[in-house]
């Protein structure tokens, strides 16, 4: 379930500067048990990070550049928006692909907000940062 806001401790960022010209991927579940869990024992799925497609599972996992999540996540196919709690297990989620993006907010999971690889950049051609 997409929640435009939990009780989080941090604000819930906008990803995109506005919805015109922006463009979703299908809708799938997203592989919830890479996730950690926070102080309060949810496991949430914050917007802006980079998502890739686990070609064994057909789930979306996060983005990482050495292929950590399984076959294919080193191929970055788009951009979360919304926050997801996914505390009871996997949750469908339709990552963007297309549209003007908030840079300071993006993200490759595990790394520092505000850094996208060049090789993301070339992989999500039709995405632009500001």
Same mark, same amino acid.
């Given at each position: ?54 070609? #064994? ?16 996540? #080193? ?14 297990? #996997? ?9 003007? =993006? ?6 490759? =999971? ?21």
């Amino acid at each position: 379930m997409n929640y435009s806001s939990l009780n989080a401790e941090r604000p819930v960022p906008e990803i995109l500067y506005h919805t015109a010209g922006a463009l979703q991927r299908e809708s799938r579940m997203f592989e919830s048990s890479y996730l950690g869990t926070d102080a309060l024992g949810r496991k949430l799925l914050w917007p802006g990070m980079y998502v890739a497609i686990n070609s #064994d599972t057909s789930k979306y996992v996060p983005y990482n550049g050495a292929a950590s999540y399984g076959t294919g996540s #080193d191929t970055p196919v788009g951009i979360v928006r919304g926050l997801y709690d996914m505390t009871l297990g #996997d949750l469908p989620i339709a990552p963007y692909y297309a549209g003007l =993006f908030k840079k300071e907010v993006c993200y490759v =999971f595990g790394g520092e907000m505000g850094v996208t690889p060049a090789g993301v950049q070339t992989a999500l051609n039709l995405c632009k940062w500001v």
